[in-house]
């Protein structure tokens, strides 16, 4: 089992609506968590990254991290179809020894219907 | 030019063979990272390095093998490919004052070993 989970879709969203794209992470040391964008065929790009409780936005998207349920979410609202990419969850723990140790979800691919 | 360049972007090649891919970048960052990318894997740590004299193993790192030629420069070596490393190779970057999740991705080396 991954240590970071996440639905492979595709999820299917029209144009305008919101995207909600969720992730599950089993290991209870993580603390920093991190949305990456992933255009077909091109390299990872870092999008959202979250370190406590509750909500952060930053434009049209929202990351979401509720530790007790060890749980992460991202919101796109609006959504556009530039927005059709997959999308990577990522976790790791805020300690010294962490480099090395982030962990990569398979990813969500989120398809925007105009 | 991107700040993370990766040679070859696609190369093909028989079992057994030594490949080699390389990395560099022009973002003065001290961190390099090799990961590969699978489908319904995601991305997994090969090797990662904080600078020339300081290379560490990652999560996957048997048949693999590197070397940081300079503070810019991170190569990959495959001894003797096999068809199993067929995947898709990043090389990624992180700077002072970033987080373990915080990575510049290059644009990928497409691998196939026949």
């Known amino acids: 089992q991954k240590e970071v989970e996440q639905n492979s879709g595709p999820l299917s969203v029209p144009e305008g609506a919101i995207a909600s794209l969720n992730c599950t992470y089993s290991?209870?040391?993580?603390?920093?968590f991190f949305w990456y964008r992933q255009y077909s065929g091109k390299s990872p790009e870092l999008i959202m990254s979250?370190?406590?409780?509750g909500d952060k936005e930053d434009g049209r998207f929202t990351a979401q991290l509720n530790k007790a349920s060890q749980y992460v979410s991202l919101l796109i609202r609006d959504s556009q179809p530039s927005d059709s990419a997959t999308y990577l969850c990522a976790g790791v723990a805020r300690t010294t020894d962490s480099w090395g140790k982030l962990q990569f979800g398979a990813g969500t691919q989120v398809v925007v219907t105009p | 030019d991107a700040d993370v360049t990766q040679t070859p972007r696609n190369r093909i090649t028989k079992t057994g063979k030594r490949i080699m891919l390389e990395c560099s970048q022009t973002?003065?960052?001290?961190?390099m990272y090799w990961y590969r990318q699978d489908p319904g894997l995601g991305l997994r740590l090969i090797y990662y390095s904080f600078d020339v004299k300081d290379i560490n193993k990652g999560e996957i790192s048997d048949g693999y093998s590197v070397s940081r030629q300079a503070q810019a420069k991170f190569s990959l070596s495959l001894e003797s490919a096999i068809p199993n490393q067929t995947a898709l190779y990043f090389c990624?970057?992180?700077?002072?004052?970033?987080?373990?999740?915080?990575?510049?991705f290059g644009e990928g080396s497409r691998l196939t070993v026949l």
């Open positions: 290991d209870r040391g993580s603390q920093s």
């Open positions: 990624a970057t992180s700077g002072p004052g970033q987080g373990p999740g915080e990575l510049f």
């Open positions: 973002k003065g960052h001290d961190r």
């Open positions: 979250i370190y406590s409780n």
